[in-house]
């Protein structure tokens, strides 16, 4: 314990993989699974939280398998999913290239990515899945990129050396969202899927200490609705946006997970922050997100700055000798394709010693001069054009001619809900996937493997693990009314404090100065200092806005100030969790980066003896010090080494 930050609580354990040879796992699970006697299928009601890639796919294939499935999403279509905005590309291992790729290379290259902080089982099974997800999308349609014969081109992406990432230009989750949304839709069509647009998931209905089912708020009424069902599932997405600048999408909360957690959901590595190395910089406060420009541009751009601070010439005028390539130069092997949270320290450093580019000096050239000149400009265009056009619109500037100036920001997050091999919550009955667990990706994800797991557990996985929860409670009978009153009037209390405030500081205000504690003192590097400080500074802040947040309207209506101040009252206390995860975890491994834990050439110094495991979470209630379950990591088959790529 530090300083009483924190208690410890009894070890957790996924008892739900199989044991034998880690290949086998997975088909030996489904063969074990009980199954729903189709017939019965129709009388099963599974309700699905968010329509992005991992819950578009899933509603698609759970209808199409015959459950009843009401989903719901708080945009106004499916279409608008955050999904949509992924553009570089999904792995897979079909090693179409014959460069030496493999299920146990993908499998190995995400565990030594995740900086050994996953679990096995789950990996594999995801690697081994990715050749499915490929079959499955070519067969809807998605336009992946094709080479001059018409084979599926690959390129590469960072922490690996072979090309797996297959791409539709710089829009690959848009058609992968729009190939899911169709199935989805087919299933609406049939009267499989229930679609419920513009409704948010504000509560859990809990009955004999599973999950039931969930209250939900009309975005456009305001009116307070139950639905009831034999399990749930969560797809709601990532929690980046307790920094309030991201690259997620305005909307993108934390709030189902969240209350979730309140009910027993253990909440697993939130300390786990990706930090995308390639996005627009700030340019001013007047911004409430930001723009990530795709990964897949570091396999033709080249990154620089000058070897001198100070440097103010047009990158035009500096010589090629007076120009430090810092990732080609530090990391040889790998270069421009170092994983995310090695590229983006590095980004960090050299603006550190003074050498950035542009206003502030918080940026760095990402240069496709060289490409251009060895494949001209027209297939530069072809492969990145859409992502050429949208730096020019936001910047005004033409990186045909002028180096694109980047610099790292939050993105993707690590942590989530703890699950078990089937997906399956601390909650009976509550299933998470895609980027709302915590399962695959350690301290880090590698690019192009969002979209893969998201995919994977909606389209395969989910939908083989449910059945055998729902089989297995066959005898559940109605939910009582007393639970959905409990649920719907924890709901509406929190709806009538938010609005009874009547203070003086707007919702946003709130929200930017967490953000900035939280970049400040949990962001790219974090010190105990700092981190003591943040957990000073955050409690204050979340008093105050309970004090003083202006929501104005009603509930009973279209509110969106009351929809923001409710996700921002979850991000404040998912903000004080994170801060206690990052200072108990006195080790640095893939995005938790302690400045007093590094060796001699600054990398991250992880410390296997005491720290190799995942670290779950439990709420203990308003005011009370959360507890810490420990999953213990064992490696079998990839031997936990420090990690290197240069």
Not at 120 to 138: P, T
Not at 303 to 315: E, F, L
Request: with cysteine.
């Amino acid at each position: 314990m530090i300083d009483g930050f924190y208690k410890s609580g009894e070890p957790i354990a996924d008892t739900k993989a199989p044991a034998g040879p880690i290949e086998e796992r997975w088909t030996t699970r489904k063969f074990e699974a009980r199954q729903v006697n189709p017939a019965n299928k129709r009388k099963k009601k599974i309700i699905i939280i968010g329509t992005g890639l991992a819950g578009g796919s899933a509603g698609a294939t759970l209808g199409e398998a015959g459950y009843h499935v009401q989903q719901f999403c708080f945009q106004d279509s499916p279409r608008r999913a955050h999904s949509i905005a992924a553009q570089g590309g999904i792995n897979a291992a079909k090693n179409y290239r014959n460069d030496g790729d493999s299920v146990h290379r993908l499998f190995y290259e995400t565990v030594k990515g995740g900086d050994f902080r996953s679990r096995e089982s789950n990996v594999h099974r995801l690697a081994d899945i990715s050749r499915n997800i490929i079959d499955q999308c070519v067969a809807q349609g998605v336009p992946f990129a094709r080479e001059y014969g018409g084979l599926l081109d690959n390129r590469s992406f960072g922490g690996t050396q072979v090309s797996r990432t297959f791409y539709a230009r710089g829009q690959t989750g848009q058609q992968l969202l729009l190939g899911a949304y169709q199935a989805l839709m087919r299933q609406v069509d049939a009267g499989n899927v229930e679609l419920y647009p513009r409704h948010e998931m504000l509560d859990l209905i809990m009955e004999d200490g599973r999950a039931r089912g969930v209250v939900v708020r009309d975005l456009i009424s305001g009116e307070i609705k139950h639905y009831t069902a034999d399990a749930v599932v969560l797809a709601s997405g990532g929690y980046g946006n307790v920094y309030f600048l991201s690259t997620n999408a305005m909307g993108s909360n934390v709030t189902a997970s969240w209350r979730a957690h309140r009910h027993g959901a253990l909440f697993a590595n939130p300390c786990f922050t990706q930090i995308h190395p390639t996005c627009i910089p700030v340019s001013g406060d007047h911004q409430s997100k930001l723009t990530l420009m795709s990964e897949s541009l570091r396999n033709d751009g080249r990154v620089w700055v000058p070897k001198k601070g100070g440097d103010t010439r047009r990158p035009a005028d500096i010589p090629e000798d007076e120009r430090d390539y810092y990732l080609e130069r530090i990391y040889p092997s790998f270069g421009n394709l170092v994983p995310r949270d090695i590229a983006s320290r590095a980004a960090k450093n050299v603006c550190d010693e003074g050498r950035g580019v542009g206003p502030g000096g918080l940026g760095v050239y990402l240069d496709f001069a060289d490409a251009i000149g060895r494949l001209g400009r027209d297939k530069v265009e072809a492969k990145y054009g859409n992502l050429f056009e949208m730096y020019e619109r936001i910047t005004g500037e033409n990186p045909y001619d002028t180096p694109m100036r980047i610099y790292p920001a939050v993105h993707y997050t690590m942590g989530g809900l703890w699950v078990d091999y089937d997906l399956e919550s601390t909650i009976p009955g509550l299933f998470v996937i895609g980027e709302a667990n915590f399962s695959d990706h350690g301290a880090n994800r590698l690019g192009a493997s969002a979209l893969m797991q998201g995919l994977a557990d909606g389209y395969f996985v989910l939908p083989n693990t449910i059945g055998d929860y729902i089989a297995r409670n066959d005898g559940l009978g109605p939910v009582g009314e007393s639970a959905v009153t409990e649920a719907e009037e924890r709901v509406k209390s929190q709806i009538d404090r938010l609005l009874s405030v009547g203070g003086d500081r707007s919702v946003d205000s709130f929200h930017r100065e967490l953000g900035h504690i939280m970049w400040e003192y949990c962001g790219m590097e974090r010190t105990e200092e700092g981190l003591r400080k943040a957990l000073d500074l955050i409690p204050a802040l979340r008093q105050e806005f309970w004090e003083r947040v202006r929501v104005t309207g009603k509930g009973e209506e279209l509110n969106q100030q009351l929809e923001k101040a409710g996700r921002v009252a979850d991000f404040f206390e998912l903000a004080e969790l994170m801060v206690v995860d990052a200072l108990h975890r006195t080790e640095s491994c893939g995005g938790h980066f302690r400045a007093e834990s590094q060796d001699e050439d600054g990398e991250a110094k992880r410390d296997d003896v005491n720290f190799s495991y995942v670290a779950a979470w439990e709420w203990a209630g308003e005011g009370e010090q959360p507890i810490l379950h420990k999953e213990a990591l064992n490696f079998e088959y990839v031997k936990p080494t420090q990690r290197s790529y240069k």
